[in-house]
């Protein structure tokens, strides 16, 4: 079992910043990538961007160029460092881990945290 908590959002104007951070506990070994996820009202959750055991990275084409998703020394810790927002990236972003075990993947996710970007 894997446990997510998100923080790091908020209200701010478009141009800004802001940095959402996923602490994981529990079976965090396990853990073959993380994601952030965010669900924008009436849209479906679309994948924003993933990060591999690895360090392999990866980006929705909407936020390229913007969004830096990291990890912390710990690896138990996943950032997204979102710059130049835009009012289209309003939404609840979701942290999210897979973990692969015995050929059969596992996904968790954490509560969300709102991000409100004004205009």
């Known amino acids: 079992q894997v446990q997510l908590v998100e923080s790091g959002g908020g209200l701010v104007r478009a141009g800004g910043s802001l940095r959402l951070s996923c602490a994981a506990s529990g079976s965090i070994f396990a853990i073959n990538a993380m994601n952030w996820y965010r669900q924008a009202p009436g849209k479906q959750r679309e994948l924003v961007a993933t990060i591999t055991n690895s360090g392999s990275t990866n980006y929705a084409d909407s936020v390229k160029g913007r969004f830096t998703i990291s990890r912390g020394n710990a690896k138990s810790t996943v950032y997204l460092e979102m710059n130049s927002l835009k009012p289209e990236d309003t939404a609840v972003y979701y942290c999210?881990?897979?973990?692969?075990?015995?050929?059969?993947?596992?996904?968790?996710w954490g509560q969300g945290t709102q991000v409100t970007v004004s205009s």
């Open positions: 999210n881990a897979i973990s692969i075990v015995v050929a059969t993947a596992y996904k968790y």
